[in-house]
């Protein structure tokens, strides 16, 4: 159980144009989602989190009008990375939390911008 | 700001060797939990403990969360090549959902 998915898993795109992400639990419903953008052999950075049917939450100095977040059902939460430029290429983790807080992670959209 | 210190950061042995990843803080967490992560791929949960003194095992792997809820430890026995990766730490913040992730400890085993 407890198991997120992400979509694409890889995407390559041109400088300007937007990318949209999903992030779906697979067998649970999470009213909280969480994206993350992570560094090579780095630690996990928080960007947002989402809330079903409510307005994303940004972490200090994430651009809210870049990462756009819509959390439209309790089981579907998507990032879009708006007007990409080379900076915006990463690894994008997106998690779902469960019992006891628990979050437990998709598998991550590495994204290049070119 | 609530920060989780762990360490090593980088940690090279020989299979069969023991080891242990600590994750300090001068904040009380309301749970604590270990992810493993392949590189390219998520974080996989292995463990979340939630009591103060709380020990849990899973098969050669340890965890313990520190009486005041401020630190926690993760020790293997025996490692194997299959241990490799980086292993994350993450406190809970009470009435907040998010997690605080410590810097990571990318484990190598060697055959």
């Known amino acids: 159980g407890a198991v997120v998915s992400q979509h694409p898993s890889r995407v390559i795109c041109k400088s300007g144009t937007s990318v949209k992400i999903e992030c779906r639990s697979l067998?649970?419903?999470?009213?909280?989602m969480f994206w993350y953008r992570q560094f090579p052999k780095k630690s996990l950075m928080l960007m947002a989190t989402?809330?079903?049917?409510?307005?994303?939450?940004?972490e200090q100095g994430v651009e809210k009008d870049k990462f756009l977040i819509n959390h439209a059902s309790l089981t579907l939460s998507t990032l879009t990375v708006t007007s990409a430029h080379p900076e915006d290429s990463s690894f994008y983790i997106c998690s779902a939390t469960g019992f006891q807080d628990t979050q437990y992670f998709g598998p991550g959209t590495r994204l290049t911008v070119l | 700001t609530q920060l989780l210190e762990q360490s090593p950061q980088f940690l090279s042995i020989q299979e069969g060797e023991n080891l242990t990843v600590y994750c300090n803080s001068s904040s009380v967490f309301s749970s604590l939990q270990w992810y493993r992560q392949e590189p390219g791929e998520g974080p996989v949960l292995l463990v979340t403990v939630v009591t103060g003194g709380e020990v849990k095992k899973l098969k050669r792997l340890t965890f313990q969360f520190g009486d005041a809820r401020k630190d926690s430890s993760l020790h293997i026995t025996a490692a194997q090549p299959g241990d490799t990766g980086l292993y994350l730490c993450a406190g809970g913040i009470q009435g907040a959902q998010k997690l605080v992730f410590g810097q990571g400890t990318r484990l190598t085993i060697n055959p």
């Open positions: 989402s809330n079903e049917g409510s307005k994303a939450t940004y």
């Open positions: 067998d649970f419903q999470a009213t909280t």
